[in-house]
């Protein structure tokens, strides 16, 4: 998929509020702080499309970006696990990215990141055996892999496959530092 254009659309906080218009929709799932939102910067080569922050918990709503005008969405949804927020709000941010996941009617690809220098966690793995429940189509992104030498990105490739018991061909790689596994995303996107 080339992007040409992307532009920030709309925020929603509740289920009912969806948007539910046949265009095709590619959902950020993954713990706070994890680089959802720089992912979706880095694929649409922009800065500032959505919002990043050092501090976990900057995205609190689901985020839609349109992509090419109208040609796909890109949704930014609410990062779990992020304990500061409160018991209230983390459940209410947890049952925003289930009914999302539950309800939408525009969701082709869920693309579920994880940091590549960790082993996912208990609640990763909640929320990756809630993905598969739903049956959705998904691929997982290891995140931040500037972080580790090529020789340590493969074996991390290896051990998150073995950990969720996927096949290594649905887990990409990427950097929103050097952008190291966007042409591969993009294509994949596509396909
Ligand atoms: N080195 C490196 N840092 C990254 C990468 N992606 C994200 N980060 C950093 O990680 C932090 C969190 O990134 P965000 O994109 O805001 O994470 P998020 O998953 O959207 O977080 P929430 O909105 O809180 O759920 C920021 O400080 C980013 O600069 C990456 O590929 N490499
Ligand atoms: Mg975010």
Not at 54 to 59: C, F, I, L
Not at 82 to 86: E, L, P
């Given at each position: 998929m080339k992007i040409v254009s992307a532009k920030y659309l709309t925020s929603v906080v509740e289920a009912s509020k969806l948007l539910s218009d046949g265009v095709c929709e590619f959902a950020f799932v993954g713990r706070s702080n994890v680089g959802k939102s720089s992912l979706i910067n880095n694929l649409c080569s922009s800065k500032s499309l959505a919002k990043t922050s050092?501090?976990?918990?900057?995205?609190r709503m689901i985020n839609y970006f349109d992509i090419n005008n109208g040609q796909a969405r890109f949704v930014d949804l609410p990062g779990y696990g992020?304990?500061?927020?409160?018991k209230q709000n983390e459940k209410m941010w947890a049952g925003l990215i289930e009914d999302y996941l539950l309800n939408?009617?525009?969701?082709?690809?869920v693309l579920f990141l994880l940091d590549i220098r960790h082993e996912p966690s208990q609640l990763d793995k909640m929320m990756f055996d809630f993905l598969l429940q739903t049956g959705r189509n998904f691929v997982i992104v290891a995140t931040k892999?500037?972080?580790?030498s090529k020789a340590q990105q493969y074996l991390s490739k290896r051990k998150i496959a073995a950990s969720l018991k996927?096949?290594?061909?649905l887990i990409f790689l990427h950097s929103?530092?050097?952008?190291?596994g966007k042409s591969e995303l993009l294509d994949y996107l596509d396909a």
């Open positions: 050092s501090t976990p918990g900057a995205t992020y304990h500061k927020a409160g939408s009617q525009n969701l082709k690809l892999a500037d972080k580790l996927v096949r290594e061909e929103s530092l050097n952008s190291q």
